[in-house]
């Protein structure tokens, strides 16, 4: 079981918005930024959100929020070539140890 | 451009050992910590290890405490995971991925385009 909780899977249609959340802790999500990472097809992982900060080259459709011990991946004007997994990840101080969601399949219909 | 290229991989029978290396380039390597990351067949992203930009802070998955270990040699640009007893389970795609900062709780980017560790008799 992961320490961080996705959504299994998410779907939308092509120009829809869509949020995919992650939730954990005070220990994790509570005290540092989130990173948001995209897997097509199990190829390498992309970063396309840290903490609410876009990498170079990742379109401004993506931004990413958190609230609390919550944080969301919100994808504005989806396009097909969204369709992938998607994974948070952050740092865990109690665990001293780096923890990832079980990934959200997100399919644009 | 930041680039960071694993090599290592490849079958290895359960009980034996491999080292993984990832090669950087592109950035000032010994100024921003490391971390590996697998993925087992169909599985999700697993955190396996990471290391501080100076070399000097460890830090492991309970998975592979005391079988593995993590180090970088910054004069060579180049992070290593020498993994020991392997198993079965440690099968997976292992990723190298760069952290944002020197430290080793600052999140990613980029990553590495994998090597294929197989463990199997």
């Known amino acids: 079981q992961s320490a961080l909780t996705q959504e299994a899977s998410v779907s939308g249609t092509v120009g829809q918005k869509v949020t995919l959340s992650c939730t954990g802790n005070s220990n994790n999500i509570g005290s540092y930024a989130v990173g948001w990472y995209q897997q097509i097809s199990h190829g390498a992982p992309k970063t396309v959100m840290f903490?609410?900060s876009l990498p170079s080259g990742i379109p401004d459709r993506f931004s990413g929020s958190k609230s609390g011990t919550t944080a969301s991946l919100t994808i504005s004007g989806l396009q097909p070539e969204d369709e992938a997994d998607y994974y948070c990840s952050t740092w865990d101080y109690s665990l001293s140890a780096r923890v990832f969601g079980g990934g959200t399949k997100l399919t644009v219909l | 451009e930041v680039q960071l290229v694993e090599s290592g991989g490849g079958l290895v029978q359960p009980g034996g050992s491999l080292r993984l290396s990832c090669a950087a380039s592109?950035?000032?390597?010994?100024?921003?910590?490391m971390s590996w990351v697998r993925q087992a067949p169909g599985k999700g992203l697993e955190w396996v290890s990471a290391?501080?930009?100076?070399?000097?802070?460890?830090y492991y998955a309970d998975s592979v405490k005391g079988r593995f270990t993590i180090s970088r040699d910054n004069s060579k640009n180049t992070l290593y995971l020498q993994m020991n007893s392997l198993r079965a389970e440690d099968t997976a795609v292992y990723y190298c991925a760069k952290a944002l900062g020197a430290t080793v709780t600052t999140e990613f980017d980029p990553w590495g385009q994998g090597t294929l560790v197989t463990v199997s008799s």
């Open positions: 290391i501080s930009g100076s070399g000097g802070s460890t």
């Open positions: 592109g950035f000032t390597f010994s100024s921003y910590a």
């Open positions: 903490g609410n």
